[in-house]
């Protein structure tokens, strides 16, 4: 039984980091993309009216599958747009899932990405990991706004407890089954 990873990403960072933890967790690796082109316009959009925005359909072995973890940014503290879609979908698969982000971080808003997922799914994830640049980022950067995180800031965000203990968890559930 393997890992799968679930990605959306609308300007490269989540892609970044969903092909680093599928590489950690030797996970197979799956993108949502959208039968329409995104612009900001269309992400205004989908907050401004909480929409869930057409998805294009993804197959998936289920049952090769013990965890799923979903990565994807968060847009005005809710999980984009195009993985709430999948979510709802497939929320019956979705038994034992973990949601990590890579964003620019907000106080409060691990308990709203929680209370979301609640909502969406059947079950809660087993883990929400919010990797966040405000972290490490200057004034200067957090100001001009969609910071392109690099490999060396991925690998400096990585090296925190709640991480490597999902990894202990994940890779050793693994060698088990
Ligand atoms: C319109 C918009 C709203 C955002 N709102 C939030 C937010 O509420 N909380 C947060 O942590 N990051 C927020 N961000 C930052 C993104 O989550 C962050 O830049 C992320 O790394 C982008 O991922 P991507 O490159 O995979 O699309 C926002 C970004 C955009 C474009």
Redesign the pocket.
Known sequence: MKTLIVYF???????LLAKDLAKDLEADLLQITEPKKRG?FR??LD?LFNRFPRINELNILWNDYHHIVLVA?????II?HPMKTFIKKNKEYLTNYSFI??????DT?KEKIMAQLRKLADYEPKVII?F??RTFITPEQERK???K?TQEDLTRLKKVDIYHKFLETYIAKKETT
Do not use: D, H, K
């Open positions: 990403s609308f300007s490269g960072n989540n892609e900001m992400i205004m907050m940014p968060i847009w005005n503290y984009a982000t890579l964003c620019s971080g907000r808003q919010e966040e640049t706004g969609a910071y995180v």
